[in-house]
């Protein structure tokens, strides 16, 4: 018969104990060694029926429970049998179980597993999930919540193998009208919670963000609806729709130009000579021709962008096209660019990338952060140039201080000669003169607090995963790199103790 293996640690040490009381006088037992002849006639047979093997002696399968702090979960050490032992069996478990007073939560069916492995494959099965408590459930009063599909936001990291897919080219959220934007959640009734043992744990009256419907929304039941066509926003206390321009068609002589306060939507064209201006993003499905594109956030092409005599893009956002070709560019974000951008003026106060083959050839780009493009330059190509780790923003402060420092020297020197050759006016001459000099003293006090925040990235760097063609000409925080020979796969980054821009093979 079985005997259970559900012992204290004293009744173990007692039992021990009286074990090897019972066996401490063995050695009165030895006897004076038999004739070698007797010993030939016991047989091995005889010995087993008297002998245990040390190493291999029955050793029956047992389970050790042990609780966690929180009361909230058991885990158990299921032993397995050994030398022709008793097997574990649901019996053994149980007594444990109700030694432990372990009542809530018990999971029979993992059990069943773990002793099945325990007895067929003779392993272990250490730290095994036996008993979980129950968690107490917030009591939650009526609340709005946001329908999911609404709060989707674009991911910014930039991986090392990233692509740019446009397929996926805005983060505007457009809903339309009627559309359900949130959803009254009726109130939820708290349940207690227990633990392991069966104690149990209040529930708390949880706190849940109040929600305020707000513009261009209305109540219809238990839902909150869009009254009108627009894009979707959120704060942790509101969300509401603000008005959308939306253009079924091309931007041309039957739209004039486009002056709007929100976000522009257009379907088709911006055609040449017609300008953009927005307070919010723009979203333009097919090419844009770059005759004067202004936007407050992010500009969105689903073609590319094309640029027409002294046409300009600026953005406050961030930039996504297939194509840059023969445009002056700025972007607060970055520029992200599928096919390549050709001779043009790009500026970006945070990275440029193209996609996995994607070409910089001609003209010039700037960027804060740093480059990543699959081509720089051609073989034949025009003059390309890269800057980066510079705030382009403030190097058009401080361009625009040395054009205006200039102006205002020749008119000094203007004022100066006057006053020599004449004591007309005199009096309004030096007021002027005294003027122009603060004014200068004031643009130099600026330019030289700008300078200490030109330099923005010393770790900006330009990585190339294929050609860089020689004649290309590299610049990291006004370190400078021309390139002499073809590179193929390189990473151009600014050592700042040697004073130089380092081209290093990129790792395969």
């Not at 204290?8 to 002849?37: H, I, M």
């Not at 700025?330 to 106060?349: C, F, P, R, W």
């Not at 203007?414 to 003293?441: F, G, M, P």
């Amino acid at each position: 018969m079985k005997q259970s293996t559900d012992y204290t640690a004293q009744d173990l040490v007692t039992s021990s104990e009286t074990l090897l009381e019972d066996v401490s006088g063995a050695e009165d037992l030895v006897v004076a060694a038999p004739s070698e002849e007797t010993q030939q006639k016991i047989s091995s047979e005889m010995l087993k029926r008297f002998m245990v093997e040390e190493e291999d002696y029955p050793q029956d399968g047992y389970v050790d429970i042990k609780v966690c702090d929180d009361e909230m979960e058991a885990r158990a050490d299921f032993i397995a049998p050994s030398g022709g032992g008793q097997l574990l069996g649901p019996d053994d478990v149980s007594r444990v179980l109700e030694a432990k007073e372990i009542s809530i939560g018990v999971d029979w069916e993992a059990i069943k597993e773990a002793l099945f492995r325990c007895n067929t494959e003779r392993l272990d099965v250490l730290d095994f999930p036996v008993a979980r408590g129950v968690e107490p459930v917030d009591q939650l009063p009526e609340h709005l919540v946001v329908e999911q599909q609404l709060l989707r936001t674009e991911k910014q990291e930039h991986a090392e193998a990233q692509r740019v897919d446009l397929r996926n080219t805005s983060s505007l959220v457009i809903v339309k009208k009627d559309e359900v934007l949130a959803r009254l959640v009726p109130e939820q009734q708290g349940r207690e919670g227990y633990t392991v043992y069966g104690k149990a744990l209040a529930y708390k009256t949880g706190k849940v963000p109040r929600l305020n419907p707000g513009k261009n929304t209305r109540l219809e039941g238990d839902r909150i609806v869009a009254e009108r066509d627009g894009r979707f926003l959120h704060t942790p206390e509101s969300f509401w729709v603000n008005e959308v321009l939306d253009i079924a068609g091309d931007v041309d002589y039957r739209t004039g130009h486009v002056d709007f306060p929100g976000d522009v939507y257009i379907r088709g064209e911006i055609k040449a000579g017609f300008r953009v201006h927005a307070g919010g993003s723009v979203f333009c499905t097919k090419t844009m021709d770059a005759s004067e594109v202004l936007c407050a956030q992010d500009l969105i092409v689903g073609w590319g962008l094309i640029g027409r005599k002294a046409g300009k893009v600026k953005v406050e956002g961030e930039l996504r096209a297939k194509f840059v070709e023969n445009c002056f560019v700025e972007a607060k974000g970055s520029i992200l660019v599928d096919v390549g951008i050709l001779n043009s003026t790009v500026y970006s106060g945070n990275r440029i990338e193209t996609g996995k083959k994607g070409v910089i050839a001609g003209g010039s780009v700037t960027a804060q952060n740093g480059v990543q493009a699959a081509q720089l330059g051609t073989r034949m190509g025009p003059r390309t140039e890269l800057y980066c780790g510079t705030d382009f923003v403030t190097e058009q402060k401080l361009a625009w201080i040395r054009s205006k420092n200039m102006e205002l020297a020749f008119k000094l020197k203007q004022v100066e000669n006057r006053l020599q050759k004449s004591t007309e006016n005199q009096d309004k001459l030096l007021d002027v003169q005294r003027r122009i000099k603060e004014a200068i003293h004031k643009l130099n006090e600026a330019a030289q607090s700008l300078l200490f925040h030109l330099d923005r990235n010393e770790a900006a760097e330009v990585i190339v995963s294929g050609h860089v063609y020689p004649g290309v000409y590299v610049e990291i925080c006004h370190v400078s790199f021309v390139v002499v020979r073809p590179h193929k796969g390189v990473r151009f980054h600014l050592d700042k103790e040697k004073g130089k821009i380092i081209a290093d093979p990129l790792l395969r």
